[in-house]
């Protein structure tokens, strides 16, 4: 934790040159004042300074955004980003031209994206936060036809009476197509490999 | 790119002054050679090369409008 304890003739003057040396706005710091100081008379005599102590808050969920404003532009991509904080999870929505560079083959730059960002935002902090980077509504998309994928291969697999395995996926793909095909008693799913090989498996009863 | 890998990079190590990327260019590739403080190697890398995965993914993403091959190597 980045902290200065500074002193002026007054309170203000003590904050204002402990955010230059924090190079840093008010906005983004804790101020504890140890003493207001006295002006003493004539301004000369048992006059005592000020003293605060000036703390930066970690505003994780702002160096996320921060983060991902970077690594766009230096990729040469304009972008906006919506952050929609929750208890436990932060959502990232961008959007912009060439947003699809940022996609990648079946979102992988987005995933690798967003990987980073989480370990950004939960670096050095105790209780972690979900990231989810979505870029213009890839994510529901995605799940759409993740969704359909899993209903047709159901379809194959209680056909052909075999099991069926699908590519390698993150987490919360894999968790799309469980969820999609849980009430589908005709067939059960689970996960099988290691990551990130992991890959969803659906077999036949 | 080079400033690509080190905003990528800095946030996640301990030692961002440690930082070190080299590039070397030939006709057909670029290869970046990423270097960081010997504390910070396991912060770039990851769990089975994850982190490393995810790094050189978005690089070559942004060097996919090159139409040179990228590498990035670390350490």
């Given at each position: 934790m980045r902290q200065v304890t500074a002193t002026g003739q007054t309170v203000d003057e003590a904050v204002q040159s402990a955010l230059v040396k924090l190079d840093t706005?008010?906005?983004r710091v804790h101020v504890d004042v140890i003493d207001e100081g006295k002006k003493g008379i004539f301004g000369v005599f048992g006059s005592k300074p000020a003293i605060v102590k000036v703390r930066v808050l970690n505003d994780k969920v702002k160096e996320g955004e921060e983060f991902l404003r970077q690594v766009a532009e230096q990729m040469g991509i304009t972008i906006t980003i919506n952050t929609v904080k929750k208890e436990k999870e932060v959502l990232y929505e961008l959007s912009g031209e060439k947003i699809a560079m940022l996609i990648g083959k079946r979102g992988q730059t987005l995933n690798a994206l967003q990987y980073l960002t989480h370990l950004v935002v939960n670096r050095n902090v105790d209780g972690f936060k979900t990231v989810i980077i979505d870029a213009e509504g890839y994510r529901e998309r995605r799940n759409d036809t993740l969704i359909q994928l899993a209903n047709r291969l159901a379809q194959k697999a209680i056909q052909t009476q075999k099991s069926v395995s699908l590519e390698p996926m993150p987490s919360y793909e894999r968790k799309v197509i469980h969820t999609a095909l849980?009430?589908?008693?005709k067939i059960s799913t689970h996960s099988d490999g290691v990551e990130p090989n992991r890959k969803v498996v659906i077999k036949p009863e | 790119m080079k400033a690509l890998i080190e905003t990528i990079v800095r946030p996640l190590v301990?030692?961002?002054?440690a930082i070190v990327i080299t590039e070397e260019e030939n006709e057909y590739k670029i290869r970046y050679h990423l270097t960081v403080h010997e504390n910070d190697v396991g912060k770039v890398i990851g769990k089975n090369g994850r982190i490393a995965k995810a790094i050189r993914t978005v690089v070559y993403a942004a060097g996919s409008d090159v139409n040179k091959k990228i590498y990035l190597d670390i350490m």
């Open positions: 706005v008010i906005d849980q009430n589908n008693n | 301990d030692h961002p002054e």
